[in-house]
């Protein structure tokens, strides 16, 4: 059966597409926005019909109702459609007013005894920068579970602050720096105008993380580099609350009750893997100067609080104890250390600058014999594989991978520009590679995916890069592939 093409079902009423995100084994989030003709002002409230069906041309439905909306959310709408069965695709659609949305498809998470599981791995969208065409390769793929998002899906910057080489005038609404609730709510609604984007979401689940520039740059639980109260940006806390507001309002992310920032949460895929997103911006400690040896080991600095922590390791320890065969851990920011112990770090905005809760971690999967993890992180524009030891330099070997506890697997860029462009940097490139006997992969200059694809005895890690983001393509090529086995941890070029 063929889908509905998004080109013929365009509405004026849906210009933002569908969404559907945060499966479980019965239910998902189904997402739209409706755009009154006058934004509202005639129309402050609007029911809206949803269906959720086997078939793409929704005839055989599984669940469907009315949810009302208003200006006081945006006039964005989600659905928890639940009664689903497990490992299925499904089709959902919105009607108002005579008008129905685009059809998307989504998909439950698989129970039970399940092979196989295929997640890509995104993050650092920066509409200004280039073509979402990553979005548009994905949109394109057959074989996804879901498509997680590690961060970075909208920057707060103005216009021509950062990104902006492209030349391409994909310029952001707001024309200022996004720091009001409706600021946020306009940067969201630009880039949910893109069809490479829409498109990746009308045929996938999200599964989905903020970083940073949800909120500003470089932020953390009590403020951001990229905030400046001097400035008219008024205090911290109403920002980051509006910054979040229209985060929930606009991403298919299920919202936990209750107030505080709570996106931590997790996914079971049957026996398979168990995934677990973490929240490493929120909650934070201010970063340190990368200098400060004291301050970059001291044990009292978080970066997941201490109540996020504690539901991570209790995570870690039933998802071992229920044998189930993989844990991945969703989060932003790169965990692998790449500064021997005792000196300057590179940046301190990554886990570099929270050694003391790194360590915890690492100790933890030690002493509780918790295998077979892979760490996803994005955030830098590059693209990264690493053995994760607790010290590279003592007690683990490069070829065999002995010593490491776990992998990681870090996403590049979707158009962010890429780290490693400039001379100096392709130079300290090679040099990291040759340094760190951890670091199985480092390429610094392209935009692109992981796909995980995770079976009952390995992971495959493989990296996607398109050749750019100048133009709109589809076009794709497999850069590299990289396996561990079950019990290794060790990343081993497939
Ligand atoms: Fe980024």
Redesign the pocket.
Known sequence: MREQEPDSAASAVFPHGVASGDPLADRVILWTRVTPADGGASMPVVDVRWRIARDPALAQAVAQGTVRTTGERDFTVKVDAGGLRPGRPYYYAFETGGERSPVGRTRTLPAGAVDRVRLASV??S?YPAGFFNVYRCLANREDLDAIVHVG?YIYEFENGVYGEGSGLLRIPEPRREAVTLSDYRIRYATYRTDPDLQEAHRRHPFIVVW?D?ELANDAWAGGAVNHNPDQGEGDWATRKAAAYRAYLEWMPIRESPGPGFRLYRSFRFGTLADLVMLDTRALRDRQVPTTDLEALVDPKRAILGATQEAWLFNQLRSSQRAATLWRVLGQQIMFSRVVPPGRPVLTSDTWEGYQAPRDRILDFLAAERVQDVVILS??L?SSWAFDVPRNPWNGYRGATGEGSLAVELLAP?IS?PPLFTDPALRERSVLLRALLPHLKFLEGESRGYILIDVTRTRMRGEWYFVPSVLERSAAETRAASFVCERGSAHLAQA
């Open positions: 993050c650092c920066n970075d970083d520039h994005g955030d524009h860029a962010s």
